[in-house]
């Protein structure tokens, strides 16, 4: 399986529709697989007349634990959970790139063109990431240093489409900072 990521092309009312209609199963399948263990652990192992607390727990447990595997190994790879899929590896490209930020922006400075494509691609996702969460605050924050960055990349020729992360680039950039 590839590290690389690729942005995509996604329409932001389709996407909010489908993470929360996988959202909405996801906390389905957790109510009743956690109600129904809780209830049949209390129904087994319970007293009648004493406290049977620790016997939910270890159903509601159960039933995170139950719904975590349907998840991973059922649902991860459903298209029912694609939207919902993309935007956690959306989100951890953009937390990698977060990380190592300082060394990010020292290689800009120094005009390090694997930095530059970094930051590019950061502010590109960042921007999709906003528009798919319908969050116009985050894009109007992110339209000067865009501007910022665009004539850097223009001045030294570089494609400014970024449109895909590739994490050797972290490695790359660690030792600028």
Known sequence: MSDIFELESRDPETFRQETRKSTFILIAIFAVS???LATLSVSLFGHPDGNNFIWNVLGVFTGFVLTTVIFKTVLWNHPLMESSVYSWKLKRCLMKITNVMHHVEAGVEQENITAIQLL??????LMQMHRLENNDGGISELQKPMQALLVKID????????TRFDPAWIDAVKGLG
């Not at 590019?120 to 996702?125: M, N």
Request: proline share 6%; glycine share 12%.
């Open 34 to 36: 956690a109600m129904g």
């Open 120 to 125: 590019r691609f950061y502010q590109l996702a």
């Open 155 to 162: 001045a030294l020729g570089i494609d400014p489409e970024q």
